[in-house]
């Protein structure tokens, strides 16, 4: 079945260079995703008076809708390992060049459902399983599916199922680049209390005091972070609330005016429009699942105006 075939009511598809991207148009919301790395690009919430509202993501101008590169923006999935390459994984394959972040993000997945739910949302259903591309660069058995509801909020879950006769350990997070009015004045709550990892510090570690007002370049690892979190705009603007479901860790990133620079995707003077807020189980925060077991993993996401 293409994706074509899917006939549900606010739903049609349009092609962006190689891809194919799936609208979503009802009561609470619009919004963009496409196959390729399930990714989410965009949500926009109807307001009380029944406007769609600002976008909650954000996207590269500069993003690359080749079917090779990962997106710049939206919602990327990094699985089964966050970051590099880490040593555990390593293997009896070779991998010359293991993809940061995991390949899912660049991986076309399988659209095996879009329905809309009693309540007018739609809910859509992307599954990838291990085949002989993925056991090159991770040679295990797994099941995948993110399951993605627009509705009055936006919510995705992952979903990991083990298919291999022995416990399998992964690191994962939704690497969602949120659309902010300038990301020099804005405050994220609920990490106080957490492990903070400062990878641009010599991993430096420190226990989270208060609310985090980023700084210009950012990129900071949050370990034991369970509880929900809000990114607010200063001084008094909306507040995008983040509630999580098995979801340990968060990680703040903006690379500032001078990393920006090493980003092709990315123009110099983008930086301030946006701030990955990326939940999920990273570093000592990994999960290990049993054979035959399903780990999953969801971040719910909705602006307060
Ligand atoms: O360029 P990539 O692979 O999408 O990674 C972007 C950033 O992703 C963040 O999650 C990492 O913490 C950063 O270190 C990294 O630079």
Redesign the pocket.
């Known amino acids: 079945m293409t994706i074509d075939n899917f006939k549900v009511e606010g739903v049609r598809f349009v092609k962006r260079g190689d891809l194919t991207l799936i609208e979503v148009e009802n009561a609470f919301a619009k919004a963009l995703l496409t196959p390729f790395g399930a990714s989410v690009l965009s949500y926009c919430p109807k307001t009380a008076d029944g406007e769609f509202d600002k976008d909650v993501l954000w996207v590269s101008p500069q993003a690359v809708y080749d079917g090779k590169a990962?997106i710049r923006g939206g919602i990327?999935i990094c699985w089964p390992w966050f970051?590099g390459y880490k040593e555990d994984f390593h293997s009896e394959v070779d991998v010359e060049q293991p993809p940061?972040?995991g390949f899912v993000r660049k991986t076309w997945w399988k659209t095996e459902s879009i329905k809309q739910l009693g309540n007018g949302a739609v809910e859509i259903r992307f599954g990838l399983e291990s085949n002989a591309d993925t056991r090159a660069v991770w040679p295990h058995s797994f099941r995948l599916q993110l399951k993605v509801v627009i509705g009055p909020t936006l919510s995705l879950t992952l979903s990991t199922t083990n298919l291999n006769e022995y416990a399998l350990s992964i690191t994962e997070a939704l690497?969602t680049y949120f659309a902010v009015e300038d990301s020099r004045r804005i405050e994220v709550d609920g990490l106080q209390g957490g492990v903070c990892i400062d990878?641009l510090d010599n991993n430096s570690r420190s226990i989270q005091q208060g609310k985090l007002l980023p700084p210009e370049s950012i990129?900071n690892v949050y370990l034991n972070v369970a509880g929900d979190i809000s990114i607010k705009s200063l001084p008094d603007g909306p507040k995008l609330l983040l509630e999580t479901v098995h979801a340990q860790s968060c990680?703040v990133?903006n690379?500032g005016s001078e990393i920006v620079k090493g980003?092709a995707d990315i123009d110099n003077a983008d930086w301030t429009d946006f701030i990955?807020v990326?939940t999920g189980n990273v570093w000592g925060d990994r999960v290990v699942i049993e054979s035959g077991e399903t780990h999953r993993s969801s971040l719910i996401v909705s602006r307060e105006n």
């Open positions: 990962a990327p970051g940061n972040h690497h990878t990129d990680v990133w690379p980003f990955c990326e």
